[in-house]
T-cell receptor, first 111, second 117 residues
């Protein structure tokens, strides 16, 4: 199946620092989603992107739909301990509603 | 509002036994998805249903896996016989869309952690 690669695989940062992660694909997608998964829970949707170049914010989170339509980026500003978790990207092509998920970025915030 | 409900939350079984995982999607949602999550392979789509009909089961690993959706409010994922390599967290998700909308956001359940000894 389609593989979305996320980078970095894991991050250890100090509270208050900004975080950047990305997701790349060999295929073009028309929708990008970013999810967060807390330990022992299912992924929860953070941000959805529908147009190339689109920049969307949700509180301290900002995500961008790459102009090539093969990548997307997520930034978290002024990280706090509750940002800890695994962040997944997901992409959807223009037919059908199957989303392909990335490999995940594990974030640890050190107080 | 109740989200996606999965049961059991944890299941420990011995190799060769039959395992049945259950899912109740969000009321009114038209699509239902089964995923498997492991450290090695991440989140993988196994099968999804639209209006109770299986649309794509290409992700189902092998004949030991089967999924049913007898009505709009219930789905099962069965593994028979189970093997240690089936150990994973199995997620069910539902979405309100009809299958082609770009806005078909999926809502995930809490998952079932399966351990096959």
């Amino acid at each position: 199946g389609q593989q979305l690669n996320q980078s970095p695989q894991s991050m250890f940062i100090q509270e208050g620092e900004d975080v950047s992660m990305n997701c790349t694909s060999s295929s073009i997608f028309n929708t990008w989603l970013w999810y967060k998964q807390d330990p022992g829970e299912g992924p929860v949707l953070l941000i959805a992107l529908y147009k190339a170049g689109e920049l969307t914010s949700n509180g301290r989170l900002t995500a961008q739909f790459g102009t090539t339509r093969k990548d997307s980026f997520l930034n978290i500003s002024a990280s706090i301990p509750s940002d800890v978790g695994i962040y997944f990207c997901a992409g959807q092509r223009d037919t059908g509603n199957q989303f392909y998920f990335g490999t995940g970025t594990s974030l640890t915030v050190i107080p | 509002d109740a989200g996606v409900i999965q049961s059991p939350r944890h299941e420990v079984t011995e190799m060769g036994q039959e395992v049945t995982l259950r899912c109740k999607p969000i009321s009114g949602h038209n699509s239902l998805f089964w995923y498997r999550q492991t450290m090695m392979r991440g989140l993988e789509l196994l099968i999804y249903f639209n209006n109770n009909v299986p649309i794509d089961d290409s992700g189902m690993p092998e004949d030991r896996f089967s999924a049913k959706m007898p009505n709009a409010s219930f789905s099962t994922l069965k593994i028979q016989p189970s093997e240690p390599r089936d150990s994973a967290v199995y997620f069910c998700a539902s979405s309100p869309g009809q299958g082609t909308s770009a806005t078909d956001t999926q809502y995930f359940g809490p998952g079932t952690r399966l351990t096959v000894l």
